[in-house]
């Protein structure tokens, strides 16, 4: 959090599945070490959903119970605008402003949008696991045997290229 994070991707997606109420996911990334309430609990996590007003985008950036949880973002884009069938160079950097948390998208290497909102997020270290294309873990805050607390759920439907991960 202290130095930021980026993560950019080329995707291609075709459409949203209209029965399928789950989000999907491009990138998720966790502390192993803690539990979701702990200080050094860590977690950045990109998705979509196709049911959403607005922008499929949303986006978590957390460091214990500071951060930013779920915020959606991007100006202009729609479900539809983004399942064209094309690809699309799609990248977030995540970062600390003020007392809050910011996040900017550029699509097609043109700046987007930018949200700033939250807390601040601390350094967080220790053993962190990421997954592409579905989460790593069950989302902070449910648990038990539910489908969506499994790893694995909230798989991407769509093709990426060139994903990329920076810790700075």
């Known amino acids: 959090g202290n130095d930021g994070n980026t993560v950019e991707f080329w995707l291609k997606k075709g459409a949203f599945n209209p029965a399928a109420t789950q989000t999907e996911v491009i990138f998720d990334i966790f502390t192993t070490s803690s539990i979701s309430s702990s200080l050094d609990y860590g977690r950045l996590t990109v998705e979509m959903s196709g049911t ?14 500071n951060g930013i949880s779920k915020e959606q973002i991007g100006n202009s884009l729609t479900p539809a605008s983004i399942t064209d069938g094309n690809w699309h160079h799609y990248s977030l950097r995540f970062r600390n402003e003020g007392s809050n948390t910011s996040v900017d998208l550029f699509v097609d290497g043109q700046f987007n949008d930018n949200i700033k909102t939250g807390t601040t997020v601390d350094y967080v270290s220790g053993t962190i696991v990421g997954t592409i294309g579905a989460l790593a873990t069950h989302p902070s805050g449910t648990h038990g045997g539910a489908p969506q607390a499994a790893k694995g ?8 290229d060139e994903f990329r991960f920076w810790k700075t």
């Open 52 to 65: 959403s007003t607005g922008s499929p985008f949303f986006v978590t950036y957390m460091s214990g119970t």
């Open 153 to 160: 759920w909230g798989k991407l439907s769509g093709s990426l």
